[in-house]
């Protein structure tokens, strides 16, 4: 039924752009997130949080790839 379809939009990251820390609201409970650069390099990676301390990486446009017990989902953001 349509009860068993999930939305592919349960994740959101702010604030974008971030400066220093990027949060992560998700209707599942965060396992991993990995943040990678546009060429697929990975940067940082955490394990159960629902924050990512970016103020480390270069300005530019990064991805965030976060499993959670829903799925895995990828988001864009900029760090500025």
Do not use: C, H, W
């Not at 799925?71 to 760090?79: P, Y």
């Amino acid at each position: 039924g349509v009860e068993d379809v999930e939305s592919s939009n349960f994740l959101t990251v702010y604030p974008n752009p971030v400066q220093d820390m990027l949060f992560i609201r998700s209707d599942g409970k965060v396992q991993a997130a990995s943040v990678y650069s546009l060429a697929g390099q990975l940067q940082m990676s955490t394990q159960n949080t629902s924050s990512v301390d970016v103020s480390g990486l270069q300005t530019g446009m990064y991805l965030l790839q976060v499993k959670t017990d829903k799925g895995t989902e990828v988001k864009n953001f900029i760090k500025q």
